[in-house]
């Protein structure tokens, strides 16, 4: 009996230390956050990105699958590289920053050959955090409707 309620204890307490993830297929633009903050280098930056879609998103970190691991010289993951996302979710586009933390090479011919990158939130405000939010809570069916519903009559 005791067992029991303690292993129930440990389960709640990890779900709520773990965010719970929510599998989804969206497109995604990734870019390497510039060295230099210009707006020449930001243009340029952007322009040389890598096209993916998610694999799974979360209130606190996203997967997602790209054809190559490094974007020129540098890989999308370590060295405390910061990645900007674009994210197109059905209730609107929203960017973040991220940061990868881990990778794994996905596909079984070199033809078909992917990386399923896993990366943490740094930076998501506004309302591309509301967007996210809100599709994270209510999927597809977007934000709740506001106001009361007036009728008329004629």
């Known amino acids: ?4 309620l303690i292993s129930k204890f440990n389960r709640s307490l990890t779900e709520s230390m773990v965010s719970s993830r929510r599998r989804h297929t969206a497109p995604v633009k990734i870019w390497i956050e510039p060295d230099i903050n210009s707006e020449r280098a930001r243009e340029l930056a952007r322009s040389s990105c890598v096209l993916g879609e998610t694999y799974d998103i979360s209130r606190t970190g996203i997967a997602f699958v790209v054809p190559s691991i490094r ?3 540098k890989y999308l993951v370590g060295h405390d590289l910061t990645l900007n996302v674009e994210m197109d979710l059905p209730t609107g586009k929203v960017h ?7 990778y794994e090479k996905v596909g079984v011919h070199i033809s078909t050959e992917r990386f399923l990158v896993g990366a943490h939130i740094l930076t ?7 967007t996210y939010e809100t599709f994270l809570r209510r999927g597809h069916r977007g934000p709740r409707p ?5 009728l008329g009559i004629d």
């Open 124 to 130: 998501l405000v506004g309302a591309d955090k509301e």
């Open 71 to 73: 974007l020129k010289e």
């Open 1 to 4: 009996m005791l067992r029991k």
């Open 96 to 102: 973040m920053k991220v940061m990868g933390k881990r």
């Open 146 to 150: 506001t106001g009361s519903l007036e």
